[in-house]
C-alpha cells in the first residue's frame, strides 16, 4: 500500500493554492511491526513538512515586503543569500535576498534584508525552550542516546550537551 502526504495551502478564503507532495510511504500490513508510522519516517514526515511549510511561509512574508511601502514600486534585489533557521525538526535554509530602497523615501541605510524583520534570531523560541528544559534533564543523568530518539534530535546541539553532561558528572 502507497501512502502519499500531501500539504494543501489555502488563502484565507479557504481555497487551495499549492499542493505539495510531502512523502510516499510504502506500507505492509501483514505483520504487527508493520502498522503506523516508524520513528525514522516519523522523523522524516516531520523534517520535509516543516521544509515545505517554512519555505511557503518566508516566500509568501518576502512577497509582502517586495515592494516600497510609501509609493508601491518594486524594489530590486542587490543580492540573494541565504541564512539558516534552527527549529524543532531540524535545521533549514533559507531566502534571504538583500534588496534596494525605494529613492521616493530618504533611508539611512541604501539596502536592507526584509527576512531580518521576520528572523531576529536564527533558532526558533520553541527550540530554545526545548534546549533549556531537556539540558535540565541531562544533569540529571539521561543519556544523550535517550535524547536522539525525539523527533526534533536533529536540531539539538550536540556540544551543548556534551558540554552540560561534562560539566555534571554522574
Ligand atoms: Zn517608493
Redesign the pocket.
Known amino acids: 500500500m502507497r501512502v502519499k502526504l500531501q500539504l494543501v495551502i489555502c488563502n484565507d478564503e479557504g481555497h487551495e493554492e499549492t499542493v505539495t507532495d510531502v512523502i510516499t510511504l510504502n506500507k505492509n500490513n501483514q505483520r504487527l511491526e508493520q502498522l503506523g508510522l516508524t520513528l525514522a519516517e516519523a522523523k522524516q514526515l516531520l523534517s520535509t513538512l516543516q521544509r515545505h511549510l517554512l519555505q511557503h511561509q518566508v516566500a509568501t512574508f518576502l512577497d509582502t515586503r517586495s515592494t516600497?511601502a510609501?509609493?508601491?514600486?518594486l524594489l530590486k534585489i542587490k543580492a540573494h543569500a541565504s541564512r539558516s533557521f534552527r527549529t524543532l525538526f531540524g535545521t533549514f535554509t533559507l531566502d534571504s535576498p538583500r534588496l534596494e530602497h525605494?529613492?521616493?523615501?530618504r533611508h539611512q541605510t541604501s539596502s536592507f534584508r526584509p527576512l531580518s524583520a521576520l528572523l531576529p534570531e536564527s533558532v526558533a523560541p520553541e527550540l530554545l525552550y526545548m534546549e533549556a528544559k531537556w539540558s535540565s534533564l541531562v544533569s540529571y543523568g539521561m543519556s544523550l542516546d535517550a535524547l536522539k530518539d525525539f523527533p526534533h534530535s536533529t536540531a539539538l546541539r550536540g556540544g551543548a550537551f556534551h558540554l552540560l553532561i561534562e560539566s555534571h558528572p554522574r
Open positions: 516600497c510609501a509609493c508601491g514600486a525605494c529613492d521616493c523615501t
